[in-house]
């Protein structure tokens, strides 16, 4: 089941005289980003420090399981980060039967050095030359890791959660992990990740062929949250 289409997830085909069997699954997959932490609000870079949601965070995570309570979910795949596990934990316990959720360090956010708990205008004044190469598509974070690190490990666990034959799958994350999938999924260079939006709490999708290019369902959607 979508959110917003009524289209089943599934796709069963005839196989060729001869072949053996073998239950084809379209996938959609659900992206959300964790809800928001003092960090956040703080407008700090968290990296992989392990900072909790805040209280506006939890009622953002109420509010988006609240909104996927429809959909029946078979998986969830979660940053072990408890920013991004609390998140799935709660989308899980409103779910209409046990889901589990499986925590997993590949989704993490991206390392960011000494940059963690700096602001970006900090990062910018400590580190010019670092934060320069950057912003321009190289480099890494001072004592951190590269995009290509990052885009690596995020990219094979997408694999995973597309090819499992799970029907409908939650992926609770990070926006810099986020970002590099949907590049990773839709074949488009990690260069042009920061053009993806992706908010606190937001839910985006994608349908993913067994056997083709994945396709971008909806992005950013934060309608869950008027009011919170």
């Known amino acids: 089941m979508r959110l917003s289409c009524g289209h089943s997830a599934r796709c069963s085909r005839t196989p060729a005289a001869g ?14 980003r964790h809800g928001e932490t ?70 993490r956010e991206c390392d960011y050095g000494l940059w963690e708990g700096l602001t970006r205008p900090e990062a910018a004044d400590r580190f010019p030359a670092e934060w320069r190469d950057w912003k321009a598509g190289g480099g890494h974070p001072t004592g951190g ?31 810099g992990s986020l970002r590099t999938i949907l590049c990773h999924a839709l074949g488009i260079a990690q ?3 920061d053009r993806f939006e992706i908010a606190n709490c937001s839910v985006s999708a994608l349908e993913c062929p067994p056997d083709g290019q994945a396709h971008l369902l909806f992005l950013n959607d934060t309608c869950h949250l008027a009011g919170v």
């Open 19 to 32: 072949l053996p069997k073998r239950r084809l699954v379209i996938s959609i997959l659900y992206l959300v």
């Open 38 to 107: 003092a960090w956040n609000s703080d407008c700090r870079i968290q990296g992989q420090a392990d900072i909790p949601l805040n209280d506006r965070g939890m009622r953002q995570a109420e509010a988006l399981a609240a909104r996927l309570a429809a959909v029946p979910l078979e998986i969830i795949y979660a940053s072990d980060l408890s920013r991004a596990r609390l998140t799935a934990e709660l989308i899980a316990r409103q779910q209409p039967r046990s889901v589990a959720v499986v925590a997993r360090p590949e989704l």
């Open 145 to 175: 890791e590269t995009i290509a690190s990052l885009a690596g490990r995020t990219g094979r666990l997408f694999a995973e959660a597309t090819g499992n034959g799970k029907a409908t799958v939650l992926i609770s994350a990070h926006r």
């Open 191 to 193: 260069a042009f990740r």
